[in-house]
């Protein structure tokens, strides 16, 4: 990615070849995430047991931004599929 594409769109300057150090603290502020795995289940389908999981870290936790799919397996009963299941692993951005 080029250096104008970076900040295309905001007030961060090219100065001489050098970017302005106070600009880019002000428009790129730090931010600290964490990472919580959880496992959630669903007798419809794993997108469904997916969607439950995000729905229910997003009721405790504040700021999720995104979900990485870790592991899925289903549960047998009686030779058919009677639970989906999935481990994730769900980021969020801890408050100031």
């Known amino acids: 990615m080029a250096r104008s594409d970076l900040f295309a769109g905001s007030s961060v300057g090219v100065q001489s070849g050098r970017l302005a150090t106070l600009a880019v603290q002000e428009a790129l502020p730090m931010s600290i995430a964490r990472v919580t795995e959880i496992t959630a289940s669903s007798t ?7 969607a ?12 999720v931004e995104g979900a990485w799919i870790q592991e899925q397996k289903v549960v047998v009963r009686e030779g058919k599929i009677a639970e989906y299941r999935v481990n994730m692993k769900v980021t969020f951005v801890l408050a100031d």
């Open 44 to 50: 419809v389908s794993f997108d469904d047991a997916i």
């Open 52 to 63: 439950q999981g995000i729905a229910r870290a997003d009721k405790t936790l504040r700021h």
